[in-house]
Nanobody, 123 residues
Framework: QVQLVESGGGLVQPGGSLRLSCTASVSDHMYSFNNMGWYRQAPGNQGELVAVIRYNDNTNYGDSVEGRFNISRADAADTVYLQMNDLKREDTAVYYC???????????????WGQGTQVTVSS
């Protein structure tokens, strides 16, 4: 099994920056990293993809954040960072870390979610 802990949320002014982190605690070596990313949901809005990074370091970004946000991972692949720059009021949301881990080789794929962290962009 895999447990995710995320941190780094908080209050920031428009135009400011914030960095989120998501760390995975993996129970044994049979679990292998496939991808990890952030999704966000604001009150009254549908959840949306923010960014995702895969085992081969390929990345994807939501249209509203591309060019402002950057996702990266540590060499050990157990920690992923989301650097958020030029933050806007519409970035305000709860950000959830999501990870996909494969057990064994082609045995099964498992999905895990972090507890969520609040990001508020306001003056």
């Amino acid at each position: 099994q895999v447990q995710l802990v995320e941190s780094g949320g908080g209050l920031v002014q428009p135009g400011g920056s914030l960095r989120l982190s998501c760390t995975a605690s993996v129970s044994d070596h049979m679990y292998s990293f496939n991808n990890m990313g952030w999704y966000r949901q604001a009150p009254g809005n549908q959840g949306e993809l923010v960014a995702v990074i895969r085992y081969n370091d390929n990345t994807n970004y939501g249209d509203s954040v591309e060019g402002r946000f950057n996702i990266s991972r540590a060499d050990a692949a157990d920690t992923v960072y989301l650097q958020m720059n030029d933050l806007k009021r519409e970035d305000t949301a709860v950000y959830y870390c999501k990870a996909m881990y494969e057990y064994g080789i082609g045995l099964s794929m498992h999905e895990y979610w972090g507890q969520g962290t609040q990001v508020t962009v306001s003056s």
